[in-house]
């Protein structure tokens, strides 16, 4: 899944906490969101009020909480495993070792693979990293 892709399919399913979301959709959202989060406080800073950046919180309020829950959903966690980030640190950690794990390969009580037209193979190849042998 491309950047316009993931944000297409985010911001369609803002307010759906069901069915599942892979790594890419995630991790593309995530960039946009810090991207959009990080030009609210600069130019809040610049005028010196803080109402861009609780717009910007507002905004991306829902749609950040649903595509964590739906990748959850993916690696056949529940969704509710997000309250873990009112756990200072730790629980931020966990979640973000959730969020890079693979997805479940294949269906799951959360829905079908997003990944689905990928055969095993390939999915192992685009999951696993590549380990080079020493130089020659």
Do not use: K
């Amino acid at each position: 899944m491309n950047f316009g892709q993931a944000v297409t399919h985010v911001i369609g399913n803002s307010f759906n906490f069901s069915g599942r979301a892979c790594r890419s959709e995630f991790w593309w959202w995530a960039l946009l969101a810090n991207i959009i989060t990080v030009t609210a406080w600069i130019v809040d800073a610049q005028l010196q009020t803080g109402l861009l950046v609780m717009a910007s919180a507002l905004v991306l309020m829902f749609p950040n909480l649903a595509v964590e829950v739906r990748r959850l959903h993916d690696t056949d966690a529940s969704g509710w495993w997000v309250l873990l980030s009112f756990i200072p640190i730790v629980g931020a950690i966990g979640l973000m070792i959730w969020f890079c794990q693979s997805g479940t390969y294949g269906s799951n009580q959360y829905g079908p693979d997003p990944l689905g037209n990928v055969g095993h193979l390939e999915r192992q190849a685009m999951t696993e990293p590549v380990i080079d042998g020493p130089p020659n």
